[in-house]
């Protein structure tokens, strides 16, 4: 079993350029989340999915935008990325919304230059 | 505002016991969280706490107090694999994981 797959593993972007960073989970988990990581900080909730179709804003929202077409993906877009955008940016997946555990997936590090 | 509050770095010698402590303050609580981290990888879940007192799982403890806002995570007989960050992080009255900045453990030969 994969578990969660994140693409790309690293990226470098110019600013004002848009990327999406794909998220794919095959445990047919109903919650889906994006996290970003920076040196120093704590796992920050940038959106969440607690179900296909419904996204939600987590702490740190602006700048990107989530979409929940079905259960398995949950894409992240940058639609024009500024250099404090440079960050490790990890997927997560649980049961649900109430679940005790969340699986990460390998991360994306991405820099904005 | 929410707050999860634990030390920046800690160095420890194989075989040893060593105390991770955390502190938080959050809006609403629904559990509390360990996760550990390899450098370059992905957290991964330890233990979760949601009442009072220790829970054992093999070489790691992890103990809980609400009325402190307080928790521990124990590691004992440590391995050089052990090294890794340690991830506390408190799920609140969303059921939103807010998560502290992470203990960098070091362990020593």
């Known amino acids: 079993t994969a578990g969660i797959t994140q693409a790309p593993t690293s990226q470098i972007l110019a600013a004002g350029r848009s990327m999406t960073l794909r998220c794919t989970q095959d445990m047919r988990h109903n919650a889906m989340y994006w996290y970003r990581q920076d040196l120093g900080l704590g796992l920050r909730l940038i959106h969440y999915s607690n179900t296909a179709g419904t996204t939600g804003k987590g702490e740190v929202p602006d700048g990107y935008s989530v979409s929940r077409a079905n259960t398995d993906d949950f894409p992240l877009t940058l639609a024009s990325a500024v250099p404090s955008q440079t960050s490790v940016y990890f997927c997560?997946?649980?049961?649900?919304?109430?679940?005790?555990?969340?699986?990460f997936g390998p991360g994306t590090r991405l820099t904005v230059l | 505002g929410q707050n999860i509050d634990q030390p920046t770095e800690m160095t420890a010698t194989e075989g040893a016991i060593v105390q991770i402590n955390c502190t938080y303050q959050?809006?609403?609580?629904?559990?509390l969280f360990w996760y550990q981290q390899h450098a370059g990888e992905a957290p991964t879940f330890l233990s979760y706490?949601?009442l009072d007192g220790l829970e054992e799982k093999g070489r790691f403890s992890s103990f809980l107090s609400r009325s402190k806002g307080y928790s521990y995570l124990l590691l004992k007989e440590l391995q050089m694999k052990d090294s890794a960050s340690y991830l506390c992080a408190v799920k609140d009255s969303n059921y939103q994981l807010i998560w502290g900045a992470g203990t960098k453990l070091i362990i020593k030969p």
């Open positions: 997560a997946s649980s049961e649900s919304e109430g679940s005790n555990e969340q699986f």
């Open positions: 959050t809006s609403g609580f629904n559990g």
């Open positions: 706490n949601v």
